[in-house]
T-cell receptor, first 117, second 110 residues
């Protein structure tokens, strides 16, 4: 397993367009998280999946954002009608179910850098 | 509410010791993490504390006081490659989401 994989690495889009990002977590990890990070800030929680179930979604997330994790494997994050304020690094992370491995934290992907022009 | 505070920037000399402090006020607590993030890269896990006390891992140590809502990360024998942002993060009750601080940018000078 090569870790958490995110595609694309970079995305430049015009305001108003829709974009979709993909995340492939570590295969043994049943928990998957999406975060957004802007320059000089820490990652901001967006949403979380346990297997295929989306268990929590940030109140900061507008209706333009949607995430899916069909079959509990890879996940996609879609942003509709992009705005310049959506420009950020979108990070995906995965972790195993809590228990003996609870101390290992997240494994992050390299992120998708979105620029809305 | 959720609040995690850490200094914005710190500077230290190669070979020295530096302590990065973190205070938190969160609605739930199920562990505190420190992550390292080099510019343009994803965060990588450094340490985890869930009980009070000191956890040591090579040149890095992390301390937690739950009653004070306080943690610190101690880096010894600093190397130039330690120049990075260090993120303090608290995992919510139930072990679901983790809330991150804004990070402390550490500059190591020769």
């Amino acid at each position: 397993d090569t870790g958490v994989s995110q595609n694309p690495r970079h995305k430049i889009t015009k305001r108003g367009q829709n974009v979709t990002f993909r995340c492939d977590p570590i295969s043994e990890h049943n928990r998957l998280y999406w975060y957004r990070q802007t320059l000089g800030q820490g990652p901001e929680f967006l949403t979380y999946f346990q297997n295929e179930a989306q268990l929590e979604k940030s109140r900061l997330l507008s209706d333009r954002f949607s995430a899916e994790r069909p079959k509990g494997s890879f996940s996609t994050l879609e942003i509709q009608r992009t705005e310049q304020g959506d420009s950020a690094m979108y990070l995906c992370a995965s972790s195993p179910k809590s228990g003996l491995t609870a101390s290992y934290g997240y494994t992050f992907g390299s992120g998708t850098r979105l620029t809305v022009v | 509410g959720q609040n995690i505070d850490q200094p914005t920037e710190m500077t230290a000399t190669e070979g020295a010791i530096v302590q990065i402090n973190c205070t938190y006020q969160t609605s739930g607590f199920n562990g505190l993490f420190w992550y390292q993030q080099h510019a343009g890269e994803a965060p990588t896990f450094l340490s985890y504390n869930v009980l009070d006390g000191l956890e040591e891992k090579g040149r890095f140590s992390s301390f937690l006081s739950r009653s004070k809502g306080y943690s610190y990360l101690l880096l010894k024998e600093l190397q130039m490659k330690d120049s990075a942002s260090y993120l303090c993060a608290v995992r919510d009750t139930g072990g679901f989401k983790t809330i991150f601080g804004a990070g402390t940018r550490l500059f190591v000078k020769a």
